[in-house]
Every structure is written in C-alpha cells, then in structure tokens.
C-alpha cells in the first residue's frame, strides 16, 4: 500500500494511571511488556512482511513509551529499523513524561533516529499535577528540557491542557507564561473533557468535579492565541501552535484525512476504505498477534459520505482551512453542489471564510467549532441527486 506514508505505534504502558486519560492502557509489567513487544512485531510483519519500507511519519504514543526499560526501547527500535528505512523519515516522534527519562534513554531515542518530542507537561502547578494524578512535578519539567536541550534535541512539543477542575484563568495564565518561558518549537493545548472509564468521569457523576465555566474557558483559549501570537508562535490548527517549519506533520497526515497504518494494543489504522480498529486486552491482542493473525477487533468499511465528512471535519481543524480544489480532485463534483445552503448559511452567521480555493473557520467558528461541523453532515438524498 504505497500510499499509506504514516504508522502509529502504541506502547499502552504506564507507570500510574493518570485520572482524565481514556487511552488503552496497563500498568507496567517488565515480562508482559516484552512479550508485548514480540506480539507487536508479529503484527507489523503481517501488514509489511517486507524490510526497510518507506513512510514519511513514525509516532510512537501511549501509555507512556519511555515506561519501557532501555533493553526493551533498544528491542523496539531495533524491531522499527528492520521494519522501516528510518533514514527516509521526515519525522519520528516519540511521547515522553517528564521525569521518566534519564541521560541514557535520551541518549538511545538519539542513536535510533528519533527527531521529535512530544512532552506530556499538561500544566506548571504541583497541586493540579497530583488532581491529574500525574507522578511528575514541575522540577521534573525542568529537568527533563534540559536533558533534551543537552542531547541535541531542537523538535520538542509541549502539551498543556486547560479548564482543569478549580482553575482559575490567573492560574491557567500563570501555568502557560511559565511554559512558554522554555521558548519550544510546538506547543499542543487541549481543553479537559471528561472521557467515560475515568477518575473524573465517575466524579463527574457524582457531582465532585468543578470545572470553569464555559465563559472562563473561553478567556483561557483566547489567552492562549494571544500569547502564542506574541510568542511568534503560529497557530497552525485549533489546538496546536508552531514556530515556522515545525508544525507536526505527523498529525497534519491525520487532519488531511491521509492514510495511515495502527500498530498495537487499541490502535486504530486508516487504510483505503476501511478504518481498523485493534483488540484492546493485552492478553487478547497479544494472543491474535503472537498467533502471526491481525489482532483485528473491527473494521469500519468507510462509505464516500463518511469520507466527505470525516475530510472536512479534519480539515477545518487547520487554521489555513480546507483547500477546496482538493476536494473537486478527489470527489469529481464542487463543495459547493453538495452544501450550497449550509455554506451561505455558516458564512452569514460569520463562523466561515471562504474564497477560490479555501474554506476556513473564523475566530467565532474555532469557538463554535462543533456547531460549524454539525452542518457538513450529509443526508443521503443529498448524495443521491449527485450519483
């Protein structure tokens, strides 16, 4: 599948369990982590049975990837060398957690290629850090940018999340001023949702959890594009700001509704036509893979109505907008034979720019951003008259 120029792969190991994550995720266990390891490369082979394929991305995400001990990051990589020809890669990004990374393991993420950090700060206050349940404190921040700095490492992402519960926006401006001090590339910025099999979730039930309102978090975002602006750091995406040539191209691949393969426990893939999605139980996927199956859990064949929707919902998301000249390319018909109305309608309520050849969200539109795609959902009648 030559066309498919990105892989993800998840490592789900984590040694705490932090209370707004939803992600596939285990504690870490030395031995069930290298068997998983085997499992993994069981699974690439069964897609890629080939050596040295050629992609333009690699990110390995989590869980925490640097849970792993530097035997088992070495047996990783060395799975990932033999897989893909890693000197062709534009990027290769691997998550990390301040703290959970010394000199050596740097050292090892260097030699193998990696040449993008992605930094899961999420906010520079101890107290919210322990609410989170995360086992980093802003020491270990500190640190951690200076052991990158030290080994060469010049791509680092920062990821902040904001509207935690008792945040005040004085606090979140304090928070995000201390991060923008280290003067990185890419800052990513994320408001807290509260996601079902959490901490959080169940104290939200409960009525435990006291989130800023709705118009506070609006201050913090609108905080967070004038900082960044002044700053020089550009917003490229609704929640993602960088500095000229480093925006993640990575995560551009997915908002340009590009393909791309998923490796591991709960990894979702997109391959031409279909979305698979992989069995999320260690013992399960690990089972299938080790078995030289694909530890498949379900495949969503992708029909052309959801493949429009899913390309402007994603391509929204960019600041530039959506090109439409790709759309005609792709589709064979204009944006505008399918939503002529709910164009004129967006546009006339101000939460869309348009022009020859882009669509975009104005700065009401990025607020409004949910009800913007609620209107590019397509009837099939609508399709229909176009067939």
């Not at 020089?232 to 995406?237: A, C, D, S, V």
């Not at 589709?331 to 006339?348: I, R, S």
Request: charged share 25%; glycine share 6%; net charge negative.
């Amino acid at each position: 599948m030559t066309n498919i120029q990105s892989a993800y792969i998840h490592i789900p190991f984590c040694q705490q369990m932090c209370h707004y994550c939803n992600f596939v995720k285990f504690f870490y266990n030395e031995k069930l982590a290298t068997e998983y390891l085997f499992a993994l490369e069981k699974e690439i082979n069964s897609y890629l049975p080939e050596s040295k394929n050629r992609l333009s991305t690699l990110y390995i995400g989590g869980g925490t990837p640097t849970a792993l001990n530097l035997e088992q990051l070495t047996f990783l990589f060395e799975i990932i060398h033999k897989k893909f020809d890693v000197s062709q890669l534009d990027e290769f990004t691997i998550e990390v957690n301040p703290g959970d990374i010394d000199d050596e393991k740097a050292k090892l993420l260097k030699y193998y290629g990696v040449n993008r950090i992605s930094f899961g700060v999420q906010v520079m206050d101890d107290q919210m850090l322990e609410q989170l349940g995360r086992v980093h404190r802003v020491k270990d921040v500190y640190q951690t940018v200076d052991l990158f700095t030290k080994n060469e490492f010049t791509n680092i992402s920062l990821d902040l999340i904001y509207s935690l519960p008792h945040q005040s926006v004085e606090q979140f401006q304090k928070s995000l001023e201390e991060a923008l001090a280290f003067n990185l590339p890419h800052y990513s910025t994320y408001s807290l949702q509260i996601e079902p099999r959490t901490v959080f979730f169940q104290r939200h039930k409960k009525g435990q959890l006291h989130r800023p309102t709705e118009d506070d978090e609006v201050v913090m975002y609108q905080i967070l594009q004038d900082s960044m602006r002044r700053q020089g750091i550009e917003q490229y995406e609704i929640s993602n700001f960088a500095k000229p040539s480093y925006e993640s191209k990575h995560n551009l691949a997915y908002w340009s509704n590009d393909y791309y393969y998923g490796f591991g426990a709960g990894a979702s893939g997109y391959i031409p036509g279909e979305r698979i999605t992989n069995i999320k139980p260690l013992p399960a996927y690990m089972k299938k893979a080790l078995a030289k199956e694909k530890p498949i859990l379900q495949i969503d064949k992708i029909t052309i109505k959801e493949q429009i929707e899913e390309e402007l919902f994603l391509g929204l998301r960019k600041i530039k907008g959506y090109n439409c000249e790709i759309f005609e390319t792709k589709y064979g018909f204009p944006l505008e034979a399918l939503y002529q109305e709910q164009l004129e309608q967006l546009e006339n309520n101000g939460l869309i720019l348009r022009d020859a050849k882009y669509l975009k969200l104005t700065d009401q539109g990025i607020l409004l951003g949910n009800r913007v795609f609620e209107e590019f959902i397509l009837e099939e009648e609508q399709l229909v008259k176009l067939s």
